[in-house]
């Protein structure tokens, strides 16, 4: 199971995600470095946990803006890789994203439709993953454009569609300590869909959490408090 710290990118800085209430983010304070500029906060986690691989959640482009281009070029050139939301509306950002040589996030937040994730998946569907956003369980964006608008059945949907990579994000458990609480319904579709990577995120407090998703087979898992807060070292990771 891979770890993948996030950056939560507005105004340039990197900022601390709470219940994804995003009026309320403001720079991050962590135990791993005193600064929140991109560059710096994945070097230190780089250097202080061993991970390179992050998740780049473009806060400002999810709400619309231009993405943060030369970030996501300087984080590269310093050797990270990078999964981007960065706010796919239509196939044209998804093929931006890719021409940069980071994983593109589609978003069920953003997303115009079913329609532009079979468009992705046609595309790329080896460097693209799916975004089942909610907010307490229910789900965000545009529900209603799918054939049924239930979590589950827009998760059917979007394998059908021929998805690989399927993250389970409830951003209200974003940065509250609460767990991710999404264990039940990734395990169902880990039983149901054993092709398809599902990756999980939002809540994650410490090793425990961690452990419980391996064992339901989550293949990847997004974090950022629990390292900020010094809930998960580099020791933990590697007792994994």
Known sequence: MRILPVLDLLDGQVVRGVAGRRQDYRPVISRLTRLSQPLDV?????????LTELYLADLDAIAGKEPAWPIYATLQAEGFSLWVDAGVREAARGRQLAERGVG??????????????????????????????????QPLGKPEAWQGADVWSI???????????????????????????TEALCGRLRAAYPQVEVWAGGGVRGRDDLQRLQSSGIRAVLVASALHDGLL????????
């Not at 994945?42 to 061993?50: H, L, M, P, S």
């Not at 949907?157 to 609460?178: I, K, M, P, W, Y």
């Not at 070292?233 to 994994?240: G, I, K």
């Open 42 to 50: 994945a070097r230190a986690f780089r250097e202080q946990v061993g």
């Open 104 to 137: 593109v996030v589609a978003g069920l937040e953003t997303l115009t439709g079913p329609a532009v994730l079979a468009e992705l998946v046609q595309e790329r569907a080896d460097g693209l993953v799916f975004s089942l956003d909610l907010r307490g369980g």
């Open 155 to 181: 998760a059917l949907q979007a394998v059908a569609l021929g998805v690989r990579r399927l993250l389970v994000l409830d951003l209200a458990r974003v940065g509250v300590s609460t767990g991710t609480g």
């Open 233 to 240: 070292t580099r020791a933990d990771l590697v007792a994994l």
